[in-house]
């Protein structure tokens, strides 16, 4: 993994208010605009934060030099650890494009196989329009809509495939008629 200069990965803890603050800013700003309803101030993301450092929860943040979170991201284990749940993932706006993001989900993905995961997972809400998906009515027929997939406008869902995600799934209307969740999942199983 190869972070941008100045950029330094390091856990979410507990107890740093500073970190948990600013990571809830960034979800708040992050998700503002495309899922609004995601975390939509920052009472609600700083639980989401906090929530991200305990139990089955792990979280990791970059850095700047002077201690700006750059982004961050979580995971959950499931099924006894087997699989890992990518949930939240952010980076400041401006810092986007950069390698923030790749050096993220590498981070967790080494973290989930370093604890003998062997699948990565995540869900990418498509709740305005940006793919062929949303909007769209996706029954019957949904794995034929699914194998035509498009990203509209700068859906995240072709960034997770550059990582190595595959589409695994849809759920319809998941987060109400025509705004579907798209399901994707990386293996972190070495192959020969």
Same mark, same amino acid.
């Given at each position: 993994?190869?972070?941008p200069?100045?950029?330094?990965?390091? /856990?979410?803890?507990?107890?740093? +208010?500073?970190?948990l %603050?600013?990571?809830?800013?960034? !979800? =708040? *700003?992050?998700?503002?605009?495309?899922?609004?309803?995601?975390?939509?101030?920052?009472?609600?993301?700083?639980?989401?934060?906090?929530?991200?450092?305990?139990?089955?929860?792990?979280?990791?943040?970059?850095?700047?030099?002077?201690?700006?979170?750059?982004?961050?991201?979580?995971?959950?284990?499931?099924?006894?650890?087997?699989?890992?749940?990518?949930? /939240?993932?952010?980076?400041?706006? +401006?810092?986007?494009? %950069?390698?923030?993001?790749?050096? !993220? =989900? *590498?981070?967790?993905?080494?973290?989930?196989r370093a604890?003998?995961?062997?699948?990565?997972?995540?869900?990418?809400?498509?709740?305005?329009?940006?793919?062929?998906?949303?909007?769209?009515?996706?029954?019957?027929?949904?794995?034929?809509?699914?194998?035509?997939?498009?990203?509209?406008?700068?859906?995240p869902?072709?960034?997770?495939?550059?990582?190595?995600?595959?589409?695994?799934?849809?759920?319809?209307?998941?987060?109400?008629?025509?705004?579907?969740?798209?399901?994707?999942?990386?293996?972190?199983?070495e192959?020969?």
């Amino acid at each position: 993994m190869s972070l941008p200069s100045g950029i330094r990965m390091e /856990p979410l803890r507990p107890d740093d +208010e500073d970190a948990l %603050r600013q990571a809830a800013e960034l !979800l =708040v *700003e992050g998700f503002r605009d495309d899922w609004p309803d995601a975390w939509p101030d920052v009472e609600s993301a700083l639980a989401e934060a906090r929530l991200c450092t305990a139990g089955e929860r792990s979280a990791w943040v970059a850095r700047e030099a002077d201690g700006r979170v750059a982004g961050w991201i979580g995971g959950i284990r499931t099924y006894d650890g087997n699989v890992w749940e990518l949930h /939240p993932m952010v980076v400041r706006a +401006e810092l986007r494009g %950069r390698g923030i993001g790749r050096a !993220l =989900v *590498e981070e967790l993905a080494a973290r989930a196989r370093a604890e003998g995961a062997f699948t990565l997972w995540l869900g990418t809400d498509d709740e305005n329009g940006g793919t062929s998906l949303g909007g769209a009515r996706l029954f019957p027929g949904v794995l034929d809509r699914l194998r035509e997939i498009r990203n509209l406008r700068w859906h995240p869902f072709t960034f997770y495939q550059r990582m190595g995600f595959e589409i695994a799934g849809v759920v319809p209307d998941a987060n109400g008629p025509g705004k579907p969740d798209i399901l994707m999942a990386m293996s972190l199983v070495e192959r020969p």
